[in-house]
């Protein structure tokens, strides 16, 4: 018997998809050149911008965001949830705690560290006027906790699972391209013509770069921050400058080694470093005032889910604080949901639809009310229990400082701080190398003899610049605020398309136009009946 045919790997079969890749870099170099030559006009326009979409369609992202997160919880009820991706002879390729690592540190981890300490204090001493609570009251810390829980579990989970489990079942079982655009497919099928993806996945790929952007403007002021903290160093535009330099560096050298073993590797022990800070400040922190706050927290939180993410304030007073501290956050996360997506698909074969869920959503949001209700906890003991002045300490130095000075209340400090810091390192590290990974191979396309599932590593340099870039200017342009803006003007495209995609995969199941069989029916829910009926009266347990 003669030997299979084997296909020798071609590093050089591949072509650029400028149809796609031209129109987002363009834009960004108009923006790159306009902030540098005019940057207050830059930051005026930016503010504007921002403000039109979240005044004017505030109500209908609140709404969009509640359907994601309704759609993936479906998935544990209903039949289509046991579909397996990529078949039902397919098998994972990582263990469930490598999927959960990944999951958990590619989207979040820098959030995880930025955030924590800084929202409970700005959001218990400053609580938004339409909720008529009064700064530094119990109520008002309860509302910052909840809050807490609302912006980092369940909602920013659902926005990139959604996007996440379309684009995956797409991709795996009704074999379309790697690529955004996919997820139209269940809706629109063979209409999808070569013009709509292209276009879908360009404005796809002009959300992603600002939104990716923006995350590593959050990473280049933690870090900053930090050091400027630890060990005296002038924070400012020179320091991002060198921090971006050298995580370039870092991340190309690990994606050397390719994204399925470099990255799942980084993103196991990040979260082991997680797991490691979050067993720490349990033991030695405030155990009793933290639990019962979590504890307290979480029923309010899920009994008030609804009007926490549909708060508004649209009266004529109103202090903005929903759209800045609120409606912000859901474009934050959906600007992230294509690229996010992409990348959960890529180490999603052999999970069922249901795991998909249950490990993308479900667990890293359980992670997250821990995490942040053990250390927004530890910061709300230091301000009202101990009397210490975080919010002091927050309006001088600004949200990105607050996690590592906020550390200084458990014990070791000289050690838990520079490894605090270590930690918003990697985790910067395992989202810049996922992010650009994941865009690098949308700009391309492949042809049969290049089979690595890694774009060429000159491709992955020259994303990671031009976001590192695209970072740097924003944050000059406006620190965090700046970082903030380009996501929300890059989501709110994104919320749309995530919307019709999701609908548009109702839609494909409830038509019974999926390949799989007995699970795509409209009456499911009434034949499943009538099986469970014919069971039960066979064994006489119910005549």
Known sequence: MSEPATVCHNPKDYRIRWSVSSIPILLFAVIFVSGILFPEA????????????????????????????????????????????GGPESKPELTTFEYFALSLC??????????????????????????????????????????????????PYALYTAFGLVVSYSFYNLHQPYAPSSVLYPLLGKKLGNKTATFIDSVTLFAIVGGVSGSMGYGLLQLGSGLEYLFGWKTGFTSWLLISVVITIIYTATSVSGLKKGIAWLSKQNAWLFIFFLVFAILTGPKSFIFNLITEAFGRFMADYIPLLTFQNPMADSDLWPQWWGTIWWLDWVAFAPMTGLFMATFSKGRTLREFV???????????????????????????????????????????????????????????????????????????????STVSMMTITTGQNYTSSEAPIKIKIFWGIAMASIALLFLSAGGLDGAKSVKA??????????????????????KGLAPEKNLHAPNYLYTNFNNLRGDMTADGSAQ
């Open 358 to 436: 249950g490990v993308n959503m479900v667990l890293p949001s359980f992670f997250a009310v821990i995490w942040f209700g053990v250390f927004g906890g530890l910061a709300a003991h230091a301000q009202y229990i101990m009397g210490e002045d975080l919010a002091g300490t927050l309006a001088k130095h600004g949200h990105q400082y607050m996690q590592l000075f906020s550390m200084q209340y458990l014990p070791l400090e000289v050690i838990m701080k520079p490894l605090m810091l270590l930690t918003q390192m990697i985790s910067f590290i395992t989202m810049a190398n996922a992010m650009t």
């Open 42 to 85: 830059f930051k005026k326009m930016l503010d504007a911008g921002v403000m039109l979409v979240m005044r004017d369609f505030g109500w209908l992202i609140s709404l969009s965001t509640l359907f994601m997160v309704f759609f993936c919880l479906a998935f544990f009820f209903i039949p289509i949830g046991r579909i397996k991706l």
């Open 489 to 510: 003007i890059t989501g709110f495209p994104i919320i749309i398309v995530e919307t019709v995609a999701v609908v548009g995969f109702i839609l494909f199941f409830m």
């Open 106 to 155: 590619a989207g979040m981890a820098t959030g995880f560290i930025l955030w924590p300490a800084a929202e409970m204090i700005e959001y218990s001493t400053n609580p938004a006027k339409g909720t008529g609570l009064v700064s530094g009251s119990y109520n008002a810390v309860m509302w910052a906790m909840q809050n807490e829980f609302l912006h980092w579990a369940f909602t």
